[in-house]
């Protein structure tokens, strides 16, 4: 199973043979790496309680999604199999949280809606050690559900804070039309007001260079960078950030993405149901959570 949690089934069965001197086709490697995702989705109990007590000064805390191909069966039968159902890209969720300076995240991740990113999330907050005396620092993209999950689930311990790099594409489109002779002096000046709470200059330097009465179907970069800023005012304390020694990027949660999701779900001809994405998604975090032998010694016990 380790092998197909890691490659494809195909390439697992190789490995086994080249490892062990074993043929065991791919299917059957599938069939076993499913069947432990099951049982782990079926024992995963997700904390919802902050605990009271004392815990780290600072929780780091991130979520976003990305999109994973999936095959959904059609109504009705199809010789060809291939007819008979439908591909297409659909998201699915990571979450993550450490301690401020600890190096080693937990993860939680899940194919569900918006709601199961949040549990995840503060399940992952949960197992990092946060407690009653613990603030959490989330960040992440100006996506609305995330600062939504946020509030909801982690209170009124929990700020949430627009990834800086984020918020500076829109400013580098925006840099085009407001500076076109010297973008990169103006978009630098930009984010030194955002990084000393000055979003109100920022605006101020946009507003002159907005679009006006714009035609259908025409780029708008001033006017949809000066609505993004405009709606996250409450979102941008960087100063803060920085003056705590707290990340103002959501760099770590798309690096998740990429070794825990991407790595073995996107792979080249991948094409996964539905109901086995939340299993290999349960299997990928363990392994990244470093669970893998007390899981494996927990099978041996019910073996036992």
Known sequence: MDF??????????????????IE???????????????????????????????????????????????????????????????????EVRLALAHPWGS???????????VEAAGQQLLHCVIR????????????????AWIRDQVEDKLGLQAQFTVDFFHVSEYLAQAAEICRPQNQKLWLQQRQEELRTNQPLRVLDALVEHLERAPQPDQDTPVADCYRYIEKR??????????????????GEIESGHRSVIQDRLKIP????????VDKMLVLRTCRANQEWSDYWKSESKMAA
């Open 4 to 21: 197909g949690v890691d490659e494809s089934f195909e390439k697992a069965a190789q490995k086994v043979r080249e490892h062990y001197g």
């Open 24 to 90: 065991v086709p791919g299917s059957r490697i599938r069939r076993v790496t499913l069947k432990h995702g099951e049982q782990l989705l079926e024992n995963q109990q997700l904390l919802e309680v902050i605990p009271e007590g004392r815990g780290p000064d600072w929780i780091i805390a991130e979520v976003d999604g990305c999109m994973v191909p999936m095959v959904t069966p059609t109504e009705g039968e199809a010789l060809d199999r291939r007819k008979s159902r439908h591909l297409d890209w659909q």
């Open 103 to 113: 190096r080693t995240p937990v993860y939680g991740a899940t194919s569900g809606d």
């Open 128 to 143: 990092a050690g946060a407690r009653s005396t613990s603030r959490i620092h989330g960040v992440g993209d100006g996506a």
């Open 233 to 250: 005012l409450d979102q941008l304390d960087y100063q803060g950030a920085l003056e705590k020694g707290l990340p103002i990027g959501s």
């Open 269 to 276: 001809g991948a094409w996964w149901k539905k109901e086995n």
